[in-house]
């Protein structure tokens, strides 16, 4: 390999800083054509971070207790005041948007479209999620990719909602909303998702946020990793995951959403809209604090038992941002533009999107792909995703190591350099003489070796 001196003289300096060598290999630069870098990325692949539901590799631990609590706390609170609210809006927007403009008076008629829309839009980015990567890369056209990505998120995010409401609207239309209706679909819904191993993709802001990063940015995982080599079973399994799995999430938030409506001061849409907000953010503080214990039990437990502990974390978890969601939403009806509703709903769709087009997390509003409960090991499972400045700082310190090991490249070239010099001295040679590269060998070396 051409660069192994040098790849052997950055291993062994990462091997004695333990800082370094912790936290170097999670973010790397989008353009790799080093040999060297790319040698070392894949020797370092196991620690790649994933920018999914799924669950995140953090490169910031190691450095200070205080400091990476701090920072964890910040992104607690971003992800919980800032981004969540945001992403709520814009689905507040687009979801009554559809009810305002299309057949508002049919449930049934809004319903078929919507589910038209939603099931189609994401049918069509799953079986192509593939072809996006190789015809956009930022390095070659950086404001065609992001200008292009930034739109199959408005349209991406346009067919979630629409899928969501699509299922959300027929069922309300085609069975009863009595709560003994409503308690039997969701607990139905509950339990084939937590046996198909599922119940994580009920998850949502504020325990999952995902950053506009190039790497992973098309990605839609399937419940059963089919390759697309196989284009029938890919398709089967691309209709599992959105058709089944998908609803089945629908219809978990749809029964507790409505059955919050039911119970919660009914009568009283402001007091009831103000507990939802106070109830979702005390369980989502509540949760956040739980992350120690949790990660503990899920690195002690196994099989049976842990899956357990985890899905049970999980549900309380979304008791939490199921209210959020449902007090961010009730409190726009109540006091933003409540007179016009059509600006109302136009501004929830686009104001909330260009936010978190220019902060970098647009990818938050998408419902996107299939996670497996517990699939990766230890405490991974039940890590959230709220990785915002995390990412900035990691990015940072990537940067730093970079330029460490670029100077150290151009060291191991200057001591390369001088090892040859000295060579050529020992066998008479003047380095800095311009000729001495057109002379044979023979001239270097004394008649015993020209023998040999």
């Known amino acids: 390999m051409r660069y192994n001196n040098l790849f052997f003289s950055i291993w062994k300096y990462i091997g004695e800083r333990r800082d370094i060598k912790d936290h170097l290999f999670l973010m790397w630069p989008v353009d790799c054509s080093s040999a060297w870098w790319g040698e070392l990325a894949r020797l370092s692949s196991v620690v790649r971070m994933r920018g999914s539901t799924a669950g995140i590799t953090d490169g910031l631990r190691g450095i200070s207790n205080s400091y990476y609590l701090f920072i964890t706390f910040l992104d607690s609170l971003l992800a919980a005041l800032v981004i969540s609210p945001l992403v709520v809006s814009y689905w507040r927007g687009t979801w009554e948007l559809m009810g305002y403009y299309v057949y508002p008076q049919d449930m049934k008629k809004s319903s078929l479209v919507s589910l038209l829309i939603g099931l189609g839009g994401i049918m069509l980015f799953t079986m192509t999620q593939k072809f996006y990567p190789k015809m956009l890369n930022p390095n070659k056209h950086r404001i065609l990719y992001y200008v292009i990505s930034r739109v199959y998120t408005a349209c991406f995010g346009f067919a979630c909602i629409n899928s969501w409401r699509g299922g959300w609207v027929a069922l309300d239309a085609y069975t009863s909303t009595e709560p003994r209706s409503v308690i039997f679909i969701t607990c139905a819904s509950i339990i084939i998702l937590i046996m198909t191993k599922t119940i994580r993709n009920i998850s949502a802001p504020p325990f999952a946020i995902v950053t506009d990063r190039y790497e992973g940015y098309f990605d839609v995982p399937t419940h059963f990793k089919t390759s697309t080599g196989n284009f029938w079973f890919y398709l089967l399994d691309c209709v599992f995951s959105v058709c089944i799995i998908g609803m089945l999430v629908v219809f978990v938030w749809r029964g507790c959403w409505t059955l919050l409506d039911i119970f919660l001061c009914p009568d009283n849409m402001v007091l009831s809209t103000w507990m939802s907000l106070g109830i979702g953010y005390t369980i989502v503080g509540i949760t956040f604090a739980l992350q120690p214990p ?48 059509a600006l109302s709903y136009a501004l929830s769709h686009f104001v909330p999107f260009l936010l978190l087009v220019l902060i970098n997390s647009s990818n938050s509003i998408l419902v996107r792909g299939v996670y497996i409960d517990g699939e990766e090991a230890g405490a991974q499972c039940v890590d959230f ?55 044979s060998i023979n001239n270097f070396c004394s008649p015993e070796v020209n023998q040999h």
């Open 294 to 341: 949790m990660k503990y039990l899920a690195n002690e437990l196994s099989g049976i038992s842990r899956m357990l502990i985890v899905d049970t974390y999980l549900l309380f978890s979304f008791c939490g941002t199921v209210n959020v969601w449902r007090g961010v939403w009730k409190f726009q009806d109540i006091y933003f533009f409540p007179e016009n509703p």
């Open 385 to 439: 995703p709220c990785y915002y400045l995390r990412l900035i700082f990691q990015s940072k310190r990537k940067e730093k190591i970079i330029r460490e090991a670029e100077k150290m490249k151009g060291a191991e070239k200057v001591e390369q350099r001088l090892s040859e010099g000295e060579v050529l001295i020992q066998v008479g040679v003047n380095p800095n003489e311009p000729s001495w590269k057109n002379k």
